[in-house]
T-cell receptor, first 109, second 115 residues
Framework: AQRVTQPEKLLSVFKGAPVELKCNYS??????LFWYVQYSRQRLQLLLR??SRESIKGFTADLNKGETSFHLKKPFAQEEDSAMYYC???????????FGAGTRLAVHP | DGGITQSPKYLFRKEGQNVTLSCEQN?????MYWYRQDPGQGLRLIYY???????QKGDIAEGYSVSREKKESFPLTVTSAQKNPTAFYLC??????????????FGDGTRLSIL
């Protein structure tokens, strides 16, 4: 079965602390993985995708096929990073996305 | 900003009533999607369409119907058969997948409640 698991509903850190939002997936094929973010009163938007291997707003995510994980990391959290983060799996070729339940990141001053 | 427009922002449904949620995009995207968002459950796919005049059921299509008569429009009807329609509904679109995975662009959503 294709599934995305985000084990933490809420992650609370202080400004300047490192952040890691966990994402594990279940998929037998070659996965396409994304992180989406929803800031307060804004629409859901793409943060980054594994195929791009880029850093956006200081966030990075590495696909680990052995551990079937795609954790989102940032070395120093900022207050403006506070948002809802969703990990999504795209089974190749069908343009569908399977979303995790989301993790709310709260960065305190 | 433009891109995908969902209307209305808030909608109330009476018992036994069908309601239609509008989704329009001006991104010239081939594919469009409807998701339902419930607290603690993330987004669940209701229906999706990869091309005009074609659509497929998602994971939770029961009680919903769609049409795709125009490339830019993908309305969702919540029928009286949907017994628990109270939720936040998100529409999205994306270019056609060419094998590398295409990110989806989302609207602002419609919140549907039961009267």
């Amino acid at each position: 079965a294709q599934r995305v698991t985000q084990p933490e509903k809420l992650l609370s850190v202080f400004k300047g602390a490192p952040v890691e939002l966990k994402c594990n997936y279940s998929y037998s094929g070659s996965p396409e993985l994304f992180w989406y973010v929803q800031y307060s009163r804004q629409r859901l938007q793409l943060l980054l995708r594994h195929i791009s291997r880029e850093s956006i707003k200081g966030f990075t995510a590495d696909l680990n096929k052995g551990e079937t994980s795609f954790h989102l990391k940032k070395p120093f959290a900022q207050e403006e990073d506070s948002a809802m983060y969703y990990c999504a799996l795209g089974p190749g070729g069908y343009n569908k996305l399977i979303f995790g339940a989301g993790t709310r990141l709260a960065v305190h001053p | 900003d433009g891109g995908i427009t969902q209307s209305p922002k808030y909608l109330f449904r009476k018992e036994g009533q069908n309601v239609t949620l509008s989704c329009e995009q001006n991104l010239n995207h081939d594919a469009m999607y409807w998701y339902r968002q419930d607290p603690g459950q993330g987004l669940r796919l209701i229906y999706y369409s990869q091309i005009v005049n074609d659509f497929q059921k998602g994971d939770i299509a029961e009680g919903y119907s769609v049409s795709r008569e125009k490339k830019e429009s993908f309305p969702l009807t919540v029928t009286s058969a949907q017994k628990n329609p109270t939720a936040f509904y998100l529409c999205a679109s994306s270019p056609q997948d060419r094998g590398g995975g295409q990110p989806q662009h989302f609207g602002d959503g419609t919140r549907l409640s039961i009267l």
